[in-house]
């Protein structure tokens, strides 16, 4: 008896067995694979996680790069239609009293001296002069004051006073550095001086201009580090007139060239404006072309743009050159084209705004007058215009477009546009 049951027993293993073979299943126990198998399969499963996982990982930063473009689209082309004043400090300054921007701090000046606020109006410093005719030049958180025929310049900057020059002819023109170098054109009779003085306040240098051998300057800007001069020059051209830009060097590169002259240009009409832009980055406007020039020792002509209106008023930064002039579409009373280092045009935008003045920040354009304000993005967006209820004496953007600091007579405000 027990020797049938084990008998059935085995006939009945050899016969699920046998189907077990020929379904290629696995009812009773595990087929064996080979060894090599059974890692492949595992390999496999590795593989299979690590892409599920990268997968995922790429959903997840497809979705973020998604919703960043999503809100940068829609910050670009948002378009505000009203501010609140989210603060405000008093102010009071004289009605003769004129109002710049000196870096991020306010500044305020007449014929009887200057004073520096910070955006909350709090005093940082006050500095008294006698002037007919103030000459103001800046250069970031720098600023020196010339009297126009005067002898004397005051030296200043966000933090304080910084120093006192006595020049020992009248003062024609002046220019700054961030560092408090100054460079002065003084008058002498026939003669014309180009005088640099360093951060101490002495005559580091000095060289002689002739109407026959260079023009009258007309114009003189320091590079920020005060290592470059830029000048341009008003000659006589064969019943003409013809100007010259010239670069002069202050370090070490320059003191083996004669007047320490690196270099120059000419052009057959008036160069009245001049500027650095950064250290190595220079631009200057004609009558007829807008130019560009680059190096940090001995720079040289980069981009030459015709212009084809007559410019106005020219404002910069240190990425981009804005020219207004009259809209001779029709379309607008003025127009402004914004132009980057390579004489590329970056915006024509026309606008109807009585202008005092127009700042550049980043990727925008501010243009304001007496009580009006524009914003234009350099894509060509309006972001805001509005009529705002005191008069401006002064607008400094924030961080944001959506918000800047508007400085009147007898108040600051902080500006939150909705």
Known sequence: MMKNVAVRHRALYVILKFIEMYKGGNMFMKKEKPEGAKREHYSDKIVKHRLQKLYQGALVMVAIAAIAAAIWITQKNRVYTEYVITESY??????????????????????????CFDVKGKAIW??????????????????????????????????????????N????????????????????????????????????????????????????????????????????DEGGVKSSVAFYNFGEVGQNEVDNYMSGYDYPSVVPYVRFMTSELAFAVADDRLMFYEGGQKPVSKAEKLLDKEVRSVYHNDTYVALVSYDTTGGNKYMVDVYDSTGKNCLSQGFDVEYRNVVIKGEYIYVYGETECCIYSLSGVEKFEGIMNETISLLIPGDSVSGFTLVSQDFIHDIELK
Not at 170 to 177: D, N, Q, S, T
Not at 185 to 199: C, F, G, M, P
């Open 169 to 236: 002819m009248p003062i024609r023109a002046l220019a700054v550095a961030e560092n408090g170098i100054v460079a002065a054109v003084l008058d002498d009779s026939d003669i014309t001086w180009i005088y640099l003085y360093n951060s101490k306040h002495e005559a580091a240098v000095r060289f002689k201009t002739t109407m026959s051998q260079f023009g009258y300057p007309i114009d003189i800007s320091l590079s920020p580090n005060g290592n470059l001069a830029m000048v341009s020059f008003l000659a006589e």
């Open 126 to 167: 006050n500095e008294t002069f006698e002037m007919q005719e103030p000459i103001v030049a800046r250069c970031h958180s720098a600023v020196a004051f010339g009297d126009y025929n005067g002898r004397k310049i005051f030296v200043m900057n966000t933090q304080g006073t910084m120093g006192e020059i006595a020049t």
């Open 90 to 115: 008093d102010r009071k300054v004289s009605a003769n009293a004129r109002t710049i921007a000196l870096g991020d701090y306010i500044l305020t000046y007449s014929n009887d001296g200057a004073s």
